[in-house]
């Protein structure tokens, strides 16, 4: 199926610890995101790559470091994890300037303990 | 700075029966797009409708169409003949030229009563 997976769809870990989330999209697109879902639903954009190359970042503590290998692939790794991490991620992707295109992820619900 | 408002974080409608949800956005930009996404309790994001900002017609996608008025930075969402299916969390959003960037509102849940 072309989509945008993400995995793990649920983490649950303790505070201090690092954790990983992948994503990969097999839909050609140039384009990927991290979004994150606060507890309220707000969703906000956190970083965006078009062809391995960061284009946003927006404002995200450095605990939260972007990774990707190639253009299908945009991993997001955070370190020593805190309470105010707890949401949802998303993952999308999207031809570069198209927002009409975009395809999201199901989602990684991050709870931190 | 580039924001999105919807004033109804919560909604509800009979079954059959018509639904308005209201949008605001606040923008210097002449070239964007908008959007309304559908989030179920399934937690999958889902596009509803999209709208360009040059486009003066008023987007319409079967039972779902906009109310685009570029003027007043104003972009409602009406779904007519509501279904129990169309339960669920309905975001708006904006996009800014060709950034690809998705700003969002807050959401406004929406109940569909048999």
């Known amino acids: 199926d072309t989509a945008v997976s993400q995995t793990p769809k649920y983490l649950v870990t303790q505070m201090g610890n690092d954790k990983s989330i992948k994503c990969e999209q097999n839909?050609?697109?140039?384009?990927m995101y991290w979004y994150k879902q606060d507890s309220k639903k707000f969703l906000k954009i956190m970083f965006s790559?078009?062809?391995?190359?960061?284009?946003i970042n927006e404002t995200v503590p450095n605990r939260f470091s972007p990774k990707s290998p190639d253009k299908a692939h945009l991993n997001l790794h955070i370190n020593s994890l805190e309470l105010g991490d707890s949401a949802v991620y998303f993952c999308?992707?999207?031809?570069?300037?198209?927002?009409?295109?975009?395809?999201f992820g199901s989602g990684t619900r991050l709870t931190v303990v | 700075a580039q924001t999105v408002t919807q004033s109804q974080p919560e909604m509800s409608v009979q079954e059959a029966e018509t639904v308005t949800l209201s949008c605001t956005y606040d923008?210097?930009?002449?070239?964007?797009?908008l959007f309304w996404y559908k989030q179920p309790p399934s937690r999958q994001m889902i596009l509803v409708i999209r709208?360009?900002?040059?486009?003066?017609q008023n987007a319409t996608e079967n039972r779902f169409s906009v109310n685009f008025q570029k003027a007043a930075k104003s972009f409602s969402l009406k779904i007519s003949d509501s279904q129990l299916g169309d339960a669920a969390m309905y975001f708006c959003a904006y996009s800014p030229g060709n950034t690809g960037k998705l700003i969002f509102g807050q959401g406004t849940t929406l109940q569909v009563k048999p």
């Open positions: 999308a992707s999207s031809q570069p300037g198209r927002p009409y295109g975009y395809t």
């Open positions: 790559y078009n062809n391995k190359e960061l284009i």
């Open positions: 923008t210097s930009e002449s070239d964007y797009y």
């Open positions: 709208q360009e900002a040059y486009k003066q």
């Open positions: 839909l050609g697109h140039d384009t």
